[in-house]
């Protein structure tokens, strides 16, 4: 099977969606939903980069040693701040962060862990959603944060099949623990989330349900219009 393709060379400059998918392996069904997600939006004519947090090797732990040897306690959001003031963030997260202010819509896709995303994912927001930039310093929050007008949304899989997702079963509705995904990180910074695409436990499907499954995605990615005009 293919990995996921990680950058669309032809769109390197301004890529106007952002898919940022964190599976570690290339053969899941998740890696799967991720390929035919881009494959879709890229057959509807939008532009798409790729990050593949595992694949490239994405260091998640937000700390000190990022940024600029600094005397005194360490202040994560007062040294992204002044990181963004300064001009002194690191560049790799420069460079995702240009990506996710380059892109109008933004895909996360993931495997659900422990009602959330993988640890490397919940990194990458920690040290790419920066504060001064993304939200905070000369912008607000929510509707007044520097994301404000575009949209996003995740893609996801379970272990868990439909019915435990359901308001009252086992494991309580889907958009309960999305809450701190669609509120807590996505609208904090001005996103408008658009309904999670979800395909519940592909472990346990048949071939044929794996099949119409991905389709499903595709149709998914082919009505969201993000049109041109939009991007
Ligand atoms: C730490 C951890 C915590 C977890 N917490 C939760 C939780 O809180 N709630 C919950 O519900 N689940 C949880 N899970 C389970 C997890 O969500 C599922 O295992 C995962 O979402 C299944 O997706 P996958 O891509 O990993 O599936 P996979 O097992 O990779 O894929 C399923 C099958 O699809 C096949 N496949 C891949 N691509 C294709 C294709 N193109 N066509 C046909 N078949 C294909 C694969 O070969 C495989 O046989 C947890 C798992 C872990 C590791």
Known sequence: MDTVPTVDPAMDAQPPALVVHAHP??????????RAAVEELRRSGHSV???DLYADGWNPVLDRGEFPPFEGPFKPQAEQMRAVREGTLSAE???????????ELLVLSFPLWWFSMPAILKGWIDRVFVMGA???????????AALRGRRAMVLITTGGPEEAFA??????ALDQFLFHVHRGMLEFVGYEPLPPVVTYAPARMSEAE?????SAVRDAFAGIGVSAARL
């Open 134 to 144: 993304a939200f905070g310093g000369e912008f607000g929050l929510f509707d007044r």
């Open 210 to 214: 794996r099949e119409a499954s991905l």
């Open 49 to 51: 980069r790729v990050l």
């Open 93 to 103: 997260v420069r460079a995702h962060l240009d990506a996710v202010l380059s892109a």
């Open 167 to 172: 308001a009252g079963g086992a494991f309580g």
């Open 25 to 34: 392996e290339p053969d899941s069904f998740a890696s799967s939903q991720t």
